[in-house]
């Protein structure tokens, strides 16, 4: 704790010194009944957004995925089939829920909660808007800024890997524990590429606080994080996160082929639903997070309309999270499946070494630009040593089996 407490203490030091301003301003006027109000209103909106988000999201993909293979999709129930989504889950709540013989039933009972609530959590320290006035008091349109949002981020992150591994194993039946092994293993494998991607991102900012990040990327278009720190952060922190959301490629937890269904073999009615609530929430999340951490957040061009001004950085956020939602229906429409080995394989010898190199190379020219430029050659002469290295000994091995 005390580590954490000196960490978050350093990150509203460098804040300040940045005149980045942490926390919900409505707290520095008045601390009463009127605030906490304010603050849960706004956890409430938040939650229910978030809600309808995925019953679209769910609704969207399958149309875009029908419309990128000439079919129609949904289009019985509402207009366009908008209401498809919720008639399934009006139906999985009628479902008998059922509870396998040998299951172990309080944690099989709780580990579909452990999958959805860090979604939300983490959606509650993004920032989707400006400053507005509510009642006389002024707010930030995002339910939380805690100086050590970021840590919160991946604290969350990996509470989400227990959700999956205790319904494999709290089910007690042998394919979906194989299912939550192998999930635990992806998402541990992935966890660290996406910690150094957001390190990154820490590093050039100065702070933990996600409206620090996306503050420090407003001055101007190319100060954006995904040109500020050369692209290769960016597509880390996506191939990461697509690996950590179970989505295709990277949907290995999911293998029917191999696992009959994967972790969530024996479940049933609405505790099925929920892992897909969390499943299609972790999506819209993640989404929203490549738009703070990389694309400027809220930021872009606003006209200035008195009456819009307070919608217009609303507008650009929604505009690129649905953008990233889209990428990632592509993904599942065009993209084959990995094999695990190739999952692995991409995680541990390739993010993660490509991650740490980065890291140093940044670290470098925050110090000064001859360090960079000296860092980045030994990394790429390094590198270049490895592979061959790596090359050599593959070639030997291969001449070897093929003498025996």
Known sequence: MSYLGELAGRAALAAARLGLATGDPVFAQNTGFTALMIVVVKAVIAFALLLASV???IWFERKAIAWMQNRIGPNRAGPFGMMQTLADGIKLFFKEDLLPESAEASVFRLAPYLSAIPAFVVFAIVPVG??????GHTTILQVADPPVGILLLLAMSGIGIYGLMLAGWASGSKYPLVGSVRASAQMISYEAALGLSIVTVVLVTGSLSTRAIVEAQARNFWDWNVLRLGVVPFLIFL???TAELNRPPFDLVEGESELVGGFHTEYTSISFALFYLAEFMNTITMSALIVTLFFGGPDGPIFHVPVLNWLMPIGWFFVKTVAFLFLYVWFRAALP??????????GWKLLIPLAMVWLMVVAAFEVSV?????????????????YRSFTVGRARRMAQTSRS
């Open 55 to 57: 019953m679209l999201m």
């Open 130 to 135: 400006g400053v507005v006035r509510v009642l």
């Open 239 to 241: 191939a990461a996160a």
């Open 337 to 346: 499946r990995f094999r695990y080995d190739q999952l692995m394989h991409m």
């Open 370 to 386: 001859p360090a960079g430029f000296a860092v980045a050659g030994g990394s790429v002469i390094a590198g270049g040593v490895l």
